[in-house]
């Protein structure tokens, strides 16, 4: 029933930016907490940033001042503006969403396709 898209990965250079976005579709009740998760090749995956239905945020410390997470209730949207990028942020990048599909279920995480960001030395 619920389903989320994200786009805006690609390869750029050292120091260069990207803009991440994930969109959930389908039917629910509500989505509480959005994120980014990043999973470099073989490695476990990480919390990158996430953001409360509040609007409170949380940032991994090596990417604070340099990635900017927002979200667009309206539209079920999450972003994350990605700035001064370096090649260890090198991964694959999924959302996260924590959503009740129906009042009086529980709460279940929804996971993106992911989307490849590849930043060269």
């Known amino acids: 029933q619920v389903q989320l898209v994200e786009s805006g990965g690609g390869l750029v250079k050292s120091g260069g930016s990207l803009r991440l976005s994930c969109t959930a579709s389908?039917?629910?009740?509500?989505?509480?907490?959005m994120g980014w998760y990043r999973q470099p090749p073989g490695n476990q995956r990480d919390m990158v940033a996430t953001i409360s239905s509040g609007g409170n945020i949380i940032y991994e410390d090596s990417v604070k001042g340099r990635f900017a997470i927002t979200r667009d209730n309206a539209k079920n949207t999450v972003y994350l503006q990605m700035n001064s990028l370096k090649p260890e942020d090198t991964a694959v990048y999924y959302c996260k969403a924590d959503i009740i599909d129906r009042w009086s279920t529980p709460m279940t995480d929804y996971w993106g396709q992911g989307t490849q960001v590849t930043v060269s030395s």
């Open positions: 389908g039917t629910f009740f509500k989505v509480y907490t």
